[in-house]
Every structure is written in C-alpha cells, then in structure tokens.
C-alpha cells in the first residue's frame, strides 16, 4: 500500500490538482484572475516534488513500473505544463472556461505518465488514448472559431486510425508472442513474419502520435486551427511523451528486433527530417510554420534514437527537456503577438526588434536553440542527438542529419531576419508584458543558455539508468 | 598564464557592454576590454617564451582541463603551442583595431559592440582548444554574430550576403561536425585532439574523414570552389565586420585544415594533397585576375583576399615544413595586412561615401594620412620585401619548391606568377585614388583619420612591419609546432 504512494507519487499529484479544480469548478465559481495564480503554484509545488523521493519500483502485477529516469522524464513534463500555465495568461485569462482547459490538460498529462510508465500493451493503450481524447477536445478550446473546430476533427479523425492500427498491431502482437507484458515478449521474439508485420504496425501507430512521415499530414492542419496553448502542447508535451515510451519500447521490448528498427527509422528519420525542412521553407503562418519545424524536429530525435544504447536514451531525454524551453518560448512569443495583434503571420514580425526588443531576443534565443546554433542549449541537444546516432558509423545517415540542420537554419533565420532587419511601416505596437509571462520567458530564456552550458545535466541524465 | 583569462576578458567586457548606459560607455568599455585583450595576448607571448626558454619542449603549455560532459568524454581542454600563441596576438591586435574603427557607429552601438566581443570571444576560445568538440563549439559561436552584423548593419545586398555567409558556414560545420564525430568514434569516444593525436587511425577511415574536414574548414578560409560567400559576405559588412571575417575567421578556417585536418590524419592528407595543391592554386590565380576586373575597393580586397588565402592552402597541400611555416605567416601576414585594408577603405568610405575606384581621385592631398596607409597595406599586399606579405609568400614559394617533380612545380609556379597581377591591381588602384587630380570637388572638404582611426591604422602597420623587418622571432615560434606536424605527417 504505501508503494502506491511513493510510487505512483506523480500521477497521484496530478489527479490531485484534476479534482481540486473540479470541487473549485462545481462550487462557486471563482474568477479566473484569482484561479489561474492558484493553479500556477499548485503545478510549480507539482514540479518540485517530482525532483525528490522518487524510487524505482513496479506495482500491479508489473504493468505500472516507474524509475529514476521515468520520475525525470515525467518532470519534463510537468515543467512544460507550467511553463504552459503562465506563457498564455493573457488567452486563459479571457477563456470562459480556464479550469476545464486545465482539467482537460492535465487529464491528458495522467495519461501521458501512465503510458510512460506502462509495463503492458493494454494498459499503454489505455493510457495513450487517455492523452489523447482530452488533447481533442482541447484543440477546439476556441468554440466561435471554425478553424479549431475543423482541426479538433482532423485530430480526432485521425487519432481514432492510428488507435486502431495500434490495436491491430497489439491483437497481432499478442497473437504472435501469446503476451502483452513488455518484460516477456522480447523472449518470445523470433523475428517471423508475423512478429514483423504486428510491430510495423505498432510503429506506425507511434509515428502518427510523433508525426512522422509519411504519417505526419494532420500535424499542421491541426496545429494551425487549435489555440496556440494547445498547439505547444500537442508539440512539446505530447511529443515528448510519446518519445519517452517509443525510445524505451524500441531499446527494451524489442531489442531483439533491432536489425528491423534500426532500418526503418534510419529511413523514417532521413524523410522526416527532409520533408519537415523543405515544407517549413515556404510557411507563412508562424504557427503552420512551426509545426513544419517541429516535424523536422522530430527528424532528429529519431537520428538520436537510432543507436541503441543509453547514450541514446540520454540525449533523446536532454534533447526534449531543451526542446521543452526553446520551442514552448517560440509557442509564447506568437500567443503574445496574436493576442495583442491578431496577427500570425511571419511577415508581420517585421520591425519587430524596434518595438519590442526582449521579444525579440528571446524569439531569436528560441530559433537559435530550435536551429542548433551555439552557445544555446539546443547546439548541445543537436549534436548529442548526432553522436548518438553516430555509433554505427553511417556516415551518409550522419552527412544528411547535418546538412539537414544547414537547411533548417535558413528557415529560422528567416524570422531573425524579418525581426531585426526588415523595415516595416506599421510593426507590432509595443507590448506591455503580463508579470507571469515575464516570467515564463526569463525562465525558458534562461533554460536555452543554461542547460547547454550546464554540463552537468546531461551527465545527470545519464546517471539515472 | 593562465588560458581561461582569454575568454574571461572579452566574457565580462561582452556582459559590461551589454549593462552599460550609453553609447559612450559602451566604446569606452570595449576598448578597455579590447586593450586589456593585447595586454593578455603579450603576456602570454612573453611567459610563452619564458617557459620554452627554460627547456619546457612539451608539445602543449599552460594545458587546463575540466571535465566537462563527461559522459561523453568531452572536457574543456586548453593549451596553447607556437601556433596558437601567434593566433591570439593576431586576434587581439584585430580586435582592438576593429573596435577603434567603428568609433562612429551610431545605429544600436550597444549591440554591435556586443556581436563583436563575442565574434572575438569565439576566435580566442577556438584557438585554445584542445578538445575538437569544444573547437567546434566556439567555431559556430562566431557564425551568428556575422550573420547579424553583416544583416544589420551592412550596406548594399546585406540580407542576401548575410544569408550567404551564414548558410556556406554551416554547410562547413556541418561536414566538420560529421568528420569529428568520426574521430571521435575511430579514438575510442575521445574528442580530445592529443588523445587522437596517438592513436593510428585506419586508412580507409581517414579517406573519408580528411575531406570532410578539410572541406568543412576549407569553406571558412575560401577553399576554391567555396569561396563564394567572402566577396559578398565582405562587401556588405560593416568595416570592423569585415576586418573580423577576413582578419580572423577565414584564419579559423585555415588553422583547422592544418590542426585538425593535415595533423590528424597524414594519410588523408597525403593522399588528397594534389587535390588541395590544384584547387588553391586555382584560387591564386583565379582570385587574382577576379580582382583586376572589380571596380569597387572592398570587392578588390575581398578577392584578393581569395588569392592570397590561397597561399596558406598551398603551404598546407605541400605538405613540406618550409611551406607549412609559410601558411602560417601568410596567416597572421594577412590577417593584419587585410584588417588594414579594410579599415582604410571603411575610413575613405566614411567621408568619400563611395568605394568606387573610379569616382576617386587625388585623395593624398585631402588625407594624406589614409592614403598613406593605403599605400603601405597595397605594398604589403603586392609582396614588397620589408613588409610581412613578403615574408610569408615567400618562404610558402621556397617550402613548394622544395617539391621536385614537375606537378608541384607547375603550381608554384603559377603562384608565384600571380605576384604579378597582384602588383597590377594594386598599383593601379593605389593611382587611381590616391593619386591623380581630385574628381570630385565636394572631396576638398574632407578631414584626415581621427586620433582612433590612426591609433588603429598604427598597431595594425605595427604589426605588419615587426613580421615583416624581423620575421625571426615569428618563426621561432611557428617552427617546434610546424615540426611536430610534420613529424606526424613524415609517420615518426
């Protein structure tokens, strides 16, 4: 019984905050500017205690099992829920129904902490769909806007395929190994046909929620139509969490199938990162245009996953906790302009430096920790990436990867360039900044320089397995 | 001496500039910072000498590490021999003259000063390094500051240039970075130049590593066909930008191809040594007659700057100690020479407002100061003996010839000849401003050099002279590192 409790210690948190706000919600209401403080404290005290008294330990018959590693890659998740909490104050604020969003938000991070933790197939997709309904409907938060509608159906849509290939590939997986326990099938792996094809399609079914090429055409739709808070989510968190599950499925469950993985997410990842480049070129929506980038992204972590030891474990968990602050700092700057401006496009943030030069810095601190480009963090958590996927010594694979980072250097520089360099008759007017979302920028501003430069993070990372 | 002050000084300048008030203070800051800069790079010469006097033949001094990622066996890993010392004076003493120059900048100073602190920061930290890892680091520190300087505050197709540059750059960092991570994999997972240094890398490895990262160094330092990006990249950045760019970064570029590169792998380099022989002779020649046919001076110096580039890539592909030698003066030789150059066409740009050849004219009698200068960096440039141009082509020319067969005669050859066209475009571009009736009457009004401009055009013409009267004490220093390199390359 008390394994429960330390064991379980994050999700119980959570679930915690989810019914305090629903008591909150069903008694009197309380305005948003007094709930939406509350909220911010109760998921920061969240996220310190998820530093301490975490253990490793399995519980029900081993299908929840957490570790240190898990413990900190689940507190990478949280941080980007705080981060999250105070970077859209300004838009949760004017929202009718802020603790639904985040009831909804944190509903969906439950699921994201049972799947990483799932020790089975079942509960895995039990969890996967818990972080995924919510995230549905969260993406059409804006209920006047018919955009969001139409990308909380593309979501749905497509979600409700990839869940069913899931559970195609789990009958077929079951049906092939005669287990659903992630500690019995890598015994029972024999490589036959049928092995392949049930993994092929659980693969799919995890490239769909990373948004993978080919599987990658709802990202952007859905991007562009959800609020800009929910797009940051589905791209940091969502993604993120995702990844943690994937890169310990491929490492432990089907270890034995390596040979196989190995080949497909070389070629997945050249795609991947090729095709996010060459579409995130010709955006024009900053938020189509940072969905393309993130796909790109995603690119790159799979170079990362391909090695197969814990170096790659390590800086695919770094990488995300950089990703965290660069690409939820990058989400901020555009919320701060739609809202004071409406306006969403690149061209729009011409003569940006003029009016609002912190904006911009950190804008460019953001894009440049996105584009790998020291002294940010993100030139780190790139090249990490790149030596992890250096093991096997394909150069070629490697050459792509790098050469990948140049192209998407030019689309980022883009932005810079229009910030600081375009002239521009009617910019942005000046933005006074809400304290909180100061804040948030300071603290993402501060993880891109810091984490990089903090080496012993990433050390930190890998001594946890 | 201790190295890390190296990075500390410009460190602290680049975050006071960043917290001072005004633009007053801002100048004063980094040039404070700057001089404090030289004053380090002395010391360091004189403790340097110091400690070599007192027998100390390690191949690395003053060697500093800290763990650093040490999962990844990567550490900060400084240490300095004859090669990186020479690096650094030329550094501070571009530095300082970069910053004298760009006293008038009015347009946010506070952050131009602050791009240029760290474009320094970045230079003396790549020089230090012994971990190629922490080398890559500080290479691509200095890629944005260009790109923002040139884009900001440029003249002409800034935008472009920048984009150019920053894109070509990191096309090369991308090819180093896989050429490292190579290594770093061939050396049992150690980035550390020394560790690799011992270990006997298999030849087909190396066959592929070297041109990745020759190739990948060889685009900073306009390895013929790469050089595409300096003219643009030089004629649409700021005057201290472009003395920044030609004066170090394209040294960054040249360092690498040698340090790393030829160093590392001797086979590699052997084998592709016609190659680079062929292309960098190309390069002379090439950049040479580019440059008769330009009509803007900053487009002069940013081709011939292609041709005498070249030189350095020579000596590297000769793969003789002499020549090798010679690289490096022409390194440091036209660093200073190109910094100068560029400063005084920023100076006659300021007040002509043109950089036209032809719109000039007669300006040794406005400001006989500037074309002074001019004429003694064009001498310079042209290989006149008693300035340091002539020092090192030369002693790249006698390294070549050593070379009997008649491939490598052929090239030196054709290098030597293209001391010719040098002197044709320089000397007619020296008469055609400098001399001559004034064209332009508005140009009667025109001040000579203020006391920063001539304190920079001093310590630059300061060091050009001491390299080039007495080029002993230069190659003293560059002599017990060239050897160690050829040593490796000999397979000793």
């Given at each position: 019984m008390?394994?429960?409790?330390?064991?379980m210690?994050?999700?119980l948190a959570?679930?915690?905050?989810?019914?305090?706000?629903?008591?909150i919600?069903i008694g009197?209401g309380?305005r948003?500017?007094?709930?939406?403080?509350i909220?911010q404290v109760l998921?920061?005290?969240n996220?310190?205690?998820?530093f301490?008294?975490?253990k490793e330990g399995?519980l029900?018959?081993?299908?929840?099992?957490?570790?240190t590693l898990?413990?900190?890659?689940?507190?990478?998740?949280?941080l980007g829920v705080?981060l999250?909490s105070?970077l859209f104050?300004?838009?949760?604020?004017k929202?009718q129904h802020?603790?639904e969003?985040?009831?909804?938000?944190l509903s969906?991070l439950?699921g994201?902490f049972?799947?990483?933790?799932?020790?089975n197939?079942?509960?895995?997709?039990?969890?996967l769909?818990?972080?995924?309904?919510?995230v549905?409907?969260?993406a059409?938060?804006d209920?006047e806007k018919k955009?969001s509608?139409?990308g909380?159906?593309k979501?749905i849509?497509?979600s409700?395929f990839?869940s069913g290939i899931l559970?195609?590939g789990i009958s077929?997986?079951?049906g092939?190994?005669g287990t659903i326990s992630?500690?019995?099938i890598?015994a029972k792996?024999d490589g036959?046909?049928?092995?392949?094809?049930?993994?092929?399609?659980?693969?799919?079914?995890?490239?769909f929620?990373?948004?993978?090429v080919p599987f990658?055409?709802?990202?952007?739709?859905?991007?562009?139509g959800?609020?800009?808070?929910v797009?940051?989510f589905?791209?940091?968190?969502?993604?993120?969490s995702?990844?943690f599950?994937?890169i310990?499925?491929?490492y432990k469950?089907?270890?034995?199938?390596?040979a196989?993985?190995?080949?497909?997410l070389v070629?997945?990842a050249?795609?991947?990162m090729?095709?996010g480049n060459?579409f995130?070129?010709?955006q024009?929506?900053?938020?189509?245009f940072l969905a393309?980038?993130s796909?790109a992204q995603?690119?790159f972590?799979l170079?990362?996953?391909?090695?197969?030891?814990?170096?790659g474990?390590?800086?695919v968990?770094?990488f995300?906790?950089?990703?965290?602050?660069?690409n939820?700092?990058?989400f901020?700057?555009?919320?701060?302009?739609?809202?004071?401006s409406?306006?969403e496009?690149?061209?729009d943030?011409k003569?940006l430096?003029?009016t609002?030069?912190?904006?911009?810095?950190?804008?460019a601190?953001?894009l440049?920790?996105?584009?790998?480009?020291?002294p940010?963090a993100g030139?780190f958590?790139?090249?990490?990436l790149?030596t992890?996927?250096?093991a096997?010594?394909?150069?070629w694979f490697?050459t792509?990867?790098?050469?990948?980072?140049?192209i998407?250097l030019?689309y980022?520089?883009?932005?810079v360039?229009?910030?600081f360099?375009?002239k521009?008759?009617?910019?942005?007017?000046?933005i006074?900044?809400?304290?909180?979302?100061?804040?948030?920028?300071i603290?993402?501003?501060?993880?891109?320089v810091?984490?990089?430069?903090f080496?012993w993070?990433?050390d930190?990372?890998?001594s946890?397995? | 001496?201790n190295?890390?002050?190296?990075?500390?000084v410009?460190?602290?300048?680049?975050?006071?500039v960043?917290l001072?008030?005004n633009?007053?203070?801002v100048k004063w800051l980094?040039?404070i910072?700057?001089?404090?800069?030289l004053?380090?790079?002395?010391i360091?010469?004189?403790?340097?000498e110091?400690?070599?006097?007192t027998?100390?033949?390690?191949?690395?001094?003053?060697?500093?590490?800290?763990?650093l990622?040490q999962?990844?066996?990567i550490?900060l890993h400084f240490?300095?021999?004859?090669i990186?010392v020479?690096?650094?004076l030329?550094t501070a003493?571009?530095?300082?003259a970069?910053?004298?120059?760009?006293?008038?900048?009015e347009k946010?100073?506070?952050e131009?000063y602050f791009?240029l602190?760290?474009?320094g920061?970045?230079?003396y930290?790549?020089?230090i390094?012994?971990d190629?890892?922490?080398l890559?680091f500080?290479?691509e520190i200095s890629?944005?500051p260009?790109?923002?300087?040139?884009?900001?505050?440029?003249?002409?197709r800034?935008?472009?240039s920048?984009n150019?540059l920053a894109?070509?750059l990191?096309g090369?960092s991308?090819?180093i970075?896989?050429g490292?991570l190579?290594?770093y994999?061939v050396?049992?997972?150690?980035f550390?130049?020394?560790e690799?240094?011992k270990?006997?890398?298999?030849?087909?490895?190396?066959?592929?590593v070297?041109?990745?990262?020759f190739?990948?160094?060889g685009?900073f330092?306009?390895l013929f066909?790469?050089h595409t990006w300096?003219?643009?990249?030089?004629?649409?950045?700021?005057t201290a930008?472009?003395m920044?760019?030609?004066?170090?970064?394209m040294?960054?570029?040249g360092y690498?191809?040698?340090?790393?590169?030829t160093y590392?792998l001797?086979e590699?380099?052997?084998e592709?040594?016609?190659?680079?022989?062929?292309?960098?002779?190309?390069?002379?020649l090439?950049g040479a007659?580019a440059?008769m046919?330009q009509?803007?001076?900053?487009?002069?110096n940013?081709?011939?700057?292609?041709?005498?580039?070249?030189f350095?890539l020579?000596?590297i592909g000769?793969l003789?100690?002499?020549?090798?030698?010679g690289a490096l003066i022409?390194?440091v030789s036209h660093?200073l020479?190109t910094?100068?150059f560029?400063a005084?066409?920023?100076?006659?740009?300021?007040r002509?407002?043109?950089?036209?050849?032809?719109e000039?004219?007669?300006?040794?009698?406005?400001?006989p100061?500037?074309?002074?200068i001019?004429?003694?960096v064009g001498l310079?440039s042209?290989?006149l003996?008693?300035l340091s141009?002539?020092v090192?082509e030369?002693t790249?020319l006698?390294?070549?010839?050593?070379n009997n067969?008649v491939?490598h005669r052929?090239a030196?050859?054709a290098?030597?000849?293209s001391i010719v066209?040098?002197a044709?475009?320089?000397?007619?571009a020296?008469?055609r401003?400098?001399m001559?009736?004034?064209?332009n009457?508005?140009?009667l009004q025109?001040?000579?050099?203020a006391?920063?401009?001539?304190?920079?055009?001093?310590i630059?013409?300061?060091g050009i002279?001491?390299?080039?009267?007495?080029?002993?004490?230069?190659?003293?220093?560059l002599?017990p590192?060239a050897e160690?390199?050829m040593?490796?390359?000999?397979?000793?």
């Open positions: 008390n394994d429960i409790f330390t064991l210690k994050s999700e959570v679930t915690a905050i989810i019914f305090l706000l629903l008591l919600k009197k309380v948003n500017e007094a709930l939406l403080p909220i998921l920061l005290i996220l310190i205690s998820g301490f008294f975490n399995a029900f018959g081993d299908m929840f099992h957490t570790s898990i413990a900190f890659q689940k507190n990478i998740l949280n705080y999250i105070l104050t300004d838009w949760l604020k929202s802020m603790a969003f985040f009831m909804l938000i969906a439950l994201m049972f799947m990483i933790s799932s020790g197939l079942l509960i895995f997709f039990l969890s769909e818990l972080s995924t309904i919510p549905a409907a969260l059409n938060f209920l955009r509608s139409e909380a159906m979501m849509l497509s409700a990839s559970l195609f077929l997986m079951y092939a190994t992630f500690a019995e890598p792996l036959s046909s049928l092995q392949v094809l049930a993994f092929v399609f659980l693969f799919s079914a995890f490239a929620k990373l948004s993978i990658h055409l709802w990202t952007a739709d859905v991007y562009e959800s609020p800009i808070a797009s940051s589905l791209s940091v968190i969502s993604k993120g995702v990844a599950i994937f310990s499925a491929l469950v089907f270890q034995p199938m390596q196989v993985w190995y080949n497909m070629i997945l050249v795609a991947t090729i095709i060459l995130a070129l010709r024009q929506n900053i938020k189509r393309f980038s796909i995603v690119g972590i170079v990362g996953m391909s090695s197969s030891d814990n170096t474990v390590t800086a968990t770094y995300i906790l950089i990703y965290v602050f660069s939820l700092a990058a901020g700057i555009a919320s701060v302009i739609s809202e004071h409406g306006k496009n690149i061209d943030y003569g430096y003029k609002n030069p912190f904006l911009s810095w950190v804008l601190l953001a440049f920790s996105l584009a790998g480009v020291p940010t030139f958590g790139k090249l990490f790149l992890a996927g250096a096997k010594g394909e150069y490697i792509i990867a790098a050469l990948n980072m140049v998407s030019y980022y520089l883009r932005i360039r229009a910030v360099m375009d521009n008759e009617t910019p942005v007017d000046k006074k900044l809400n304290d909180s979302v100061k804040l948030a920028f603290i993402c501003g501060a993880g891109i810091l984490t990089g430069l080496s993070i990433f930190f990372i890998q946890l397995h | 001496m190295l890390l002050l190296l990075l500390i410009p460190l602290l300048t680049a975050l006071a960043l001072s008030a633009g007053r203070q980094s040039f910072g700057s001089l404090a800069q004053a380090l790079a002395f360091l010469l004189y403790t340097f110091e400690e070599r006097a027998g100390n033949t390690a191949q690395m001094l003053f060697e500093q590490r800290y763990p990622f999962s990844l066996n550490s240490g300095v021999d004859g990186s020479v690096m650094i030329l003493f571009v530095s300082i970069g910053v004298l120059v760009s006293w008038n900048i946010m100073t506070k131009f791009l602190l760290l474009l920061l970045g230079a930290g790549f020089f390094s012994l190629l890892f922490i890559f500080f290479l890629v944005i260009k790109y923002l300087l040139i884009g900001i505050w440029g003249t002409g800034k935008e472009y920048a150019k894109l070509m990191m090369g991308a090819l970075l896989v490292i190579g290594l994999f050396a049992g997972h150690s550390d130049l020394t690799i240094a270990t006997t890398i298999p030849g087909n490895i190396q066959m592929i070297f041109p990745l990262l190739v990948g160094f685009v330092t306009a066909p790469l300096v003219p643009d990249g030089h004629s649409s950045a700021p930008g472009s920044f760019l030609a004066g170090i970064s040294k960054l570029g690498g191809c040698l340090r790393v590169a590392l001797p590699g380099a052997k592709y040594a016609n190659i680079i022989i062929a292309l960098s002779a190309i390069a002379i090439y007659f440059t046919m009509k803007d001076l900053k487009y002069i940013a081709y011939s700057s292609v041709s005498h580039v070249g350095s020579l000596g000769m003789t100690q002499t020549a090798i030698t022409q390194m660093g020479m910094a100068l560029f005084v066409i920023g100076m006659i740009y300021d002509t407002h043109t950089r036209m050849v032809a000039m004219g007669g300006l040794m009698k406005v400001m100061f500037i074309a002074t001019f004429f003694i310079c042209l290989g003996p008693g141009g002539f090192a030369m790249v006698v390294g070549s010839w050593q067969d491939f052929v030196t050859i290098a030597a000849m066209v040098t044709v475009y320089i000397l007619r020296i008469a401003t400098a001559g009736p004034i064209k009457a508005a140009f025109l001040k000579d050099a006391w920063n401009e001539k304190l920079a055009a001093i630059l013409v300061a002279l001491s390299i080039g009267i007495a080029p002993n004490w230069l190659n003293e220093l002599r590192a160690i390199i040593n490796r390359i000999a397979g000793k």
